[in-house]
């Protein structure tokens, strides 16, 4: 505790703290606002409003599956606080498309044409802003951090995003679109002035050239201009691709971050899938308002918060998988009893009779749905703090952004999975109950990729 209070004062920690913690905030208030509103304004089909939250789940976190390579790249090899000062500014121009988008939405203007569509060109660039941004809010922990304060600053900054996460979602749900619109921009500008307040953290190793070997091929062949300027963003995806590849790879040697980037994917695409769900559950299932889909959402952040500090108080300041295994069966068991909650749950009489908040929570079944929901958020945040740690404290200075970008390689592409195994599901005609008992499952594959990091851990400590 006494760390943990020392780092949240120190300016070699604060400024990045409140960085993160702005970004996941404006995050989850556009992100929110947007599904919310339209899961809720425009859509009266439940296969319709769970197609449209697993499409905006996956445009968000697809830039993190094609450009983390490149993100890894550009934070092991410049400067981490002269590169948030300029991802921070590009927010507040994404901000200010997302913006119009809300507002357009807001005047219901050019609906499906041109707001909906604004909406999500910019919750992509989102998705390319957080993905430059993630490596470095990790990797710059153990260069200004000590190595007994980097699994506590890790824990803080996971409670922090979550903290930030329940705000926005919050916000989201209470405040009109409108207001949104401009509460974004505001918070991209506060954001980007708390960025210039981090201090220099320069590369481990001297300044090297970004590598782009496809592009650089692509280049050097005698090919018309025209037709070779048309191929470039092919050649540069392809790049991104190839180097995406080589990423993953070279990272995945160390058995221990092999076995901790496969678990916390699979936890990635379960808490993906749960996303996606919640809105549709809430009005459907549960016939209840946006701000109980809300509320949903602010008790999973409030529960991963908890779970975040709790195992570095179990743990006692030490990077381990010890409590892995168990955390994610419980999350697993507690995922069951909030599925079997939701299916008791008595029916109403239609969408004119959505419950707000305060009808809700006197349901005689709230509060035993708003405990396993907590549960299951609580098992989560002690599943993967540690092992967001292993990934910082077992590879060198020089690599840990790169170590970082893959997990957000693998992380995304399990995310992506879990969005169109989400739509597909529903596709299939599987209830969204159902869908909540297969996710439950899947809780056994990271319980056992734990179990498997854990002896790794053992085996490599006996040595």
Known sequence: MITTTQLIRARRFLPLFVTQLLGAFNDNLFKNAMILFVVYEVYQSEAQET??????????????????????????LRDKARLIRVIKAFEIAIMLVGGA??????????LDAVAIPLMLLALFAMGVHSTFFGPIKYAILPQHLRQSEVLSGTGLVEAGTYIAVLAGTIVAG????????????????????????????????????????????YRARKVNPLLRLLGYPA??????????????????????????????????AIGTVLFVQFPPLAKNML????????????????GVAIGSVAINALLKGT?????????????????????????LWPPHDGPEALMDVGTFVVQPLAVPL??????????????????????TTFVDKSQTARTI????????????????????????????????????????ASAWLGFLLFRAERCEASR
């Open 51 to 76: 197609r449209f939250s697993a499409l905006a789940s996956a445009i968000f976190i697809l830039p993190f599956f094609v450009l983390s390579a490149l993100a890894g790249q550009l934070a092991d």
């Open 101 to 110: 988008g809300l507002a357009l939405a807001w005047q219901g203007v050019s």
């Open 174 to 217: 209470w405040i009109s679109v409108d207001a949104a619109a401009i509460g974004v921009v505001a918070v991209a500008c506060l954001g980007w002035l708390a960025g210039r307040q981090v201090p220099p953290a320069p590369p481990a190793t001297p300044s090297q050239p970004l590598s782009f070997p496809v592009l650089s091929w």
């Open 235 to 268: 050649m540069a995806l392809a790049d991104q691709c190839v180097s995406a590849y080589r990423l993953v790879r070279n990272t995945m040697h160390d058995r221990r971050v092999y076995l901790a980037i496969w678990a916390i994917s699979f936890f990635w």
């Open 287 to 302: 016939m209840a308002s946006k701000e109980v889909a809300s509320l949903f959402l602010v008790i999973f952040s409030v």
């Open 319 to 343: 990077v381990s998988a010890r409590w892995s295994p168990i955390s994610v069966i419980g999350m697993g068991a507690f995922l069951v009893a909030f599925q079997q909650v939701c299916h």
């Open 370 to 391: 708003m405990l396993t929901l907590l549960g299951i958020a609580v098992c989560g945040g002690m599943f993967v703090v540690p092992l967001y740690a292993f990934l």
């Open 405 to 444: 970008a893959a997990n957000n390689i693998v992380n995304s592409g399990a995310m992506v999975v879990g969005s169109l195994a989400s739509g597909a599901m529903t596709l299939l005609g599987i209830t969204v109950g159902q869908q909540l008992l297969v996710v439950a499952l899947s809780c056994g």
